[in-house]
């Protein structure tokens, strides 16, 4: 009796072992693929504003604000129409570029931050051409130069900060696309 006792209680004690094991493991693996799903979500996301990132050429849009600085600054502000057409064109170019980003959906907190620092580093951008616009307009109609002075100089700070908070995004993207490549490849 004692034997079967013994034998039954052996059984008793694997199976529980087993169940035990099964459901670490079971745990194991939903913990991973929901960590796996966020971490493809993540991926996905990053790709994305990575692609949308470097659509944008900054430099052709840095070059032709710094152009544009230099129409308006010029005498040569006749064709105002025509000035302020190129600025509103940049303008609507940026735009697209800003309104792009509301089309990434964040999966986590810090992919929001990521977010909306493309959305404000493009709107850093829109800010110079407003001051353009606000230069042109201060010169042309206004007749106001200490407002075109004005307009004219934040234009510049607004391009200079766009294009620092644009180095500073794609190091971020960069950064997190690394770390991603490597958990995804363990």
Not at 25 to 48: L, P, Q
Request: glycine content about 2%.
């Amino acid at each position: 009796m004692n034997i079967n006792q013994n034998i039954k209680d052996a059984i008793k004690a694997s199976v529980g072992i087993i169940a035990i094991v099964t459901l670490i493991t079971v745990g194991a693996e939903i913990y991973k693929a929901a960590t796996n799903s966020e971490t493809e979500e993540v991926y996905g996301f990053i790709t994305f504003a990575l692609t949308l990132h470097e659509d944008f050429d900054e430099n052709e849009a840095k070059d032709d604000i710094l152009d544009l600085i230099d129409i308006i600054s010029s005498a040569q502000t006749e064709d105002y129409q025509e000035i302020y057409s190129l600025v509103s064109r940049e303008s609507r170019l940026i735009r697209y570029y800003k309104e792009s980003f509301y089309l990434l959906i964040s999966p986590t907190d810090e992919m929001w931050a990521i977010k909306e620092s493309l959305i404000e580093e493009a709107s850093l951008f829109l800010m110079s051409c407003s001051r353009l616009r606000e230069a042109l307009e201060s010169k042309v109609v206004d007749d106001d130069y200490n407002a075109y002075l004005l307009n004219i100089e934040e234009a510049t700070q607004y391009l200079d900060d766009a294009m620092n908070l644009r180095i500073e995004n794609r190091a971020e993207l960069d950064r997190w696309k690394t770390e991603i490549e490597a958990e995804l490849s363990d």
